[in-house]
């Protein structure tokens, strides 16, 4: 691993950013990334967090467009309450504050607190719960259906309609719909290895792959002998249009888990876009590469949010942050 030592992972990583864009606050001690210009004024701003691992998710889609302020947590693990306070006091511009909270349970029971604690300062906020995945109802680390790649939609979307003036309620009510409407499920060709451990973090033998993994590596829908992109493909897609079934256009993530290389997501984007061609589903936006990752994992998720004309508009909305940019 290219690190220093597994203690100091996440504080020399924010160091890091810190150096690379100086758009951005990177408060390395207390673990708080805030978009320089915060608080914006008359805006109502978007906070969200995790344990570290997960790059770009969340500290690479804070900016203009997404996120006001993001909370990194140790590796794999919820960052405390602190942080989050710490974020919405220094994004707060009187609007309120809408926290985007991945259904992991650390993060739902420091999320709650760190709402209950802004809010005896003064600070409104909201809430909105991502849990998108459709491999498995509860996990490790989840009482229901954790949350994945639509977070990156519910950031975005969310984020824009918060650029666009809307109130906190109607920024809540959008990410709502977007969760309501996104499903995902992920593949995982090889284990993740965390600092800390300095090998793998559960065990899948070479020629077998986890169809449903969660971010973390928590078990699937089941084991299988290695199969092709086209055939995980047929098997991914299924699994969300069958709890999905959209009547509309999507929006479609292609996710790499880490350590896939852009070669293999976009061949593997092909046979998505040609399983969802045979289903008859329209595809309006895509976005393919590693947003939602779990460290050194191989593999791949696939994520569909059902659109409408707004949340179109919304997408489209210029975005500025280091791991998502355009219209800008």
């Not at 852009?262 to 092909?270: I, M, S, V």
């Not at 593999?299 to 949340?311: I, P, Q």
């Amino acid at each position: 691993m290219l690190i220093n030592v597994a203690e100091t992972v996440v504080a020399d990583a924010l160091r890091g950013m810190a150096a690379a864009h100086p758009e951005l606050t990177v408060d390395v001690e207390n673990r708080v990334i805030v978009r320089r210009d915060a608080p914006v004024a008359d805006k109502v701003a978007l906070v969200s967090g995790g344990g570290s691992g997960h790059e770009p998710l969340h500290g690479g889609f804070v900016g203009p467009g997404m996120l006001s302020a993001a909370c990194p947590g140790e590796v794999f693990t919820s960052p405390v309450p602190d942080q989050m306070v710490r974020a919405a006091a220094a994004v707060d511009s009187g609007r309120g504050v809408l926290f985007v909270v991945k259904n992991y349970t650390g993060d739902v029971l420091n999320f709650d607190m760190a709402a209950e604690l802004a809010e005896d300062e003064g600070i409104q906020v909201a809430k909105v719960l991502v849990n998108d995945d459709v491999a498995v109802t509860d996990s490790l680390y989840t009482a229901g259906r954790r949350g994945t790649g639509a977070t990156l939609f519910v950031e975005k979307l969310a984020g824009a309609a918060a650029d666009e003036g809307m109130p906190l309620e109607r920024v809540e009510a959008v990410a709502h719909r977007v969760n309501d409407r996104a499903r995902s499920f992920g593949v995982a060709l090889s284990p993740c290895s965390t600092p800390a451990k300095g090998g793998p973090t559960f065990d899948l033998p070479d020629g077998e792959l986890e169809l449903g993994v969660g971010i973390h590596g928590e078990p699937g829908r089941e084991r299988r002998s290695m199969m092709t992109s086209r055939e995980i493909a047929d098997f991914a897609v299924d699994a969300v249009l069958e709890d999905l079934q959209p009547r509309n256009p999507v929006l479609l993530l292609v996710n790499g888990m880490g350590a896939t290389p852009l070669l293999e997501l976009y061949g593997f984007h092909a046979e998505v876009q040609r399983v969802l061609t045979e289903r008859n589903v329209t595809v309006a936006r895509v976005l393919v590469g590693n947003y939602v990752t779990s460290l050194d994992m191989a593999g791949a998720s696939v994520t569909l949010c059902e659109a409408d004309e707004e949340l179109l508009r919304l997408w489209d909305a210029p975005v500025r942050t280091t791991a998502l940019r355009w219209g800008v």
